[in-house]
C-alpha cells in the first residue's frame, strides 16, 4: 500500500470509523471492534467505506438488534467485523458474507458497481438467517 493510500485510510479512520464504531457497539451492546482490511481496497474504492460499507453495516444491525433476542444473538456469536474488497469485476458471484468463530466477514467490492456489494436489507436477512 503506497502513500496516498495509506494517508485515505488514515482520513476515513479519523473522520468516519469512530463515529461508526461507537454507534454499532451502542446498537449490539459491545465492543464490536471493524477491522476495514485496507490492503484489500484500490485507491478509489476507499471513499466508499463510510457511505457504501459502514452506514449499510449499521443499518442492517439496527434492524437485527432492535429487540433484545436479535441483540443477544450478535452478542453471543460476533465478537469482530472484518471488511475485504475485491476487484469490480466477477464482484457479483465472489462477493461473500460469513461468521466462523465469531468473526463476521464482509467481502465485496465496496466501490464498483452496486451488484457487487450487499445492502442492509441483505446485510439484515444474512444475520438472522445465521446467528
Not at 4 to 31: C, F, P, S
Not at 81 to 92: L, M, P, S, T
Request: glycine fraction near 6%; charge should be negative.
Amino acid at each position: 500500500m503506497g502513500l496516498q493510500e495509506k494517508k485515505t485510510a488514515k482520513a476515513i479512520e479519523d473522520q468516519y470509523l469512530a463515529d461508526y464504531q461507537k454507534e454499532i457497539n451502542e446498537i449490539v451492546g459491545k465492543e464490536l471492534p471493524i477491522n476495514i482490511n485496507w490492503d484489500t481496497f484500490e485507491l478509489d474504492f476507499m471513499k466508499f467505506v463510510p457511505s457504501v460499507c459502514l452506514q449499510r453495516l449499521t443499518d442492517a444491525f439496527k434492524e437485527v438488534c432492535a429487540d433484545d433476542m436479535g441483540k443477544e444473538a450478535v452478542q453471543e456469536s460476533i465478537n469482530t467485523v472484518e471488511v475485504y474488497c475485491i476487484a469490480n469485476e466477477g464482484a457479483e458471484d465472489k462477493k461473500e458474507l460469513k461468521i466462523t468463530d465469531g468473526v463476521f466477514s464482509l467481502t465485496a467490492c465496496w466501490g464498483g458497481h452496486h451488484s457487487g456489494y450487499f445492502s442492509d436489507l441483505v446485510i439484515r436477512e444474512f444475520l438472522e438467517n445465521n446467528l
